[in-house]
């Protein structure tokens, strides 16, 4: 059956040095790339992920060493979420306690426990105990022991005006079937996919909208397995939705498009292939500063500007 969900999620975060701390000490995810932001390349880009980088595992970040706070609101994302064994809330309890993160007590929500916490950007990210996932691959560099270990994205929440516009567009474009509502969140799954196969669609009418920043998610992309399953989700979208997206661009890891969804939220289409281990070896990811080839004759004065991170 063909996976489809999240690819990814891309969001803004302060200084560089404390990102990527946060997630691969504190949550223990891969660092499986270390790049910069193709358009703005005094930036740097990290994706973290599972051991090999698969989609529906990588969170994305752009570090801004003086990005003033964003602010939750209307056409944005609320929270990010992971998945742990069914087992591991009491461990990542004491863990979020020992390392001072702010966190709230363990909740059920669609009958799952969840635990909500923030980053230190004040990012809103949450673990939810998924039962009979402990023999699933996991990542383990010694931080977090392999049976605790974050396995992928379980969703993502939006908060939006109204839900079904948004809400078409998960079914018509990418796959997604409605599943269940509970108060005031209706939750979308995408087939059998499960990396990053939930989207909850939060509707909270009359609150303020979003302001962009720290601890904001920039884009969500939605997986295509291919280039021709992305011109057909592109064309669907045109010709059902009136939507159109940007050109396709070669972000040397995925290929990607761009649209604006109707609730605000920036929607990315990104492709399967080519993955992470296209320009390094597989057990050496995220090591290195890779650059994409248009950018590699600029390397020592892009090297110069970005913050130094160990
Ligand atoms: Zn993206």
Redesign the pocket.
Known sequence: MRQNGI??V?AIAGPAQRNLDFYTRTLGLRLVKKTVNFDDPSTFHFYFGDEAGQPGTIL?FFPWEHAAPGRLGIGETQETVFRVPEGSIGYWTHRLVEKGVSHEVPQKRFGETVLAFKDPDGMRLALVAVPGIEGEPAWSDGEVPVEHAIRGFHSVSLLLDKAAPTGAILTDVFGFTEIGREESVTRYKAGDTALGGIVDLREAGGFLPGRPGAGTVH?I?FRAENDEVQAQMVEKLLRNHGIRATEQKD?DYFR?VYFREPGGLLF?I?TDAPGFAVDEPADALGQALKLPRFLEPNRPAIEAVLPKVA
């Open positions: 690819h990814h891309t994305t884009h992309a972000r990607a990315e990104a």
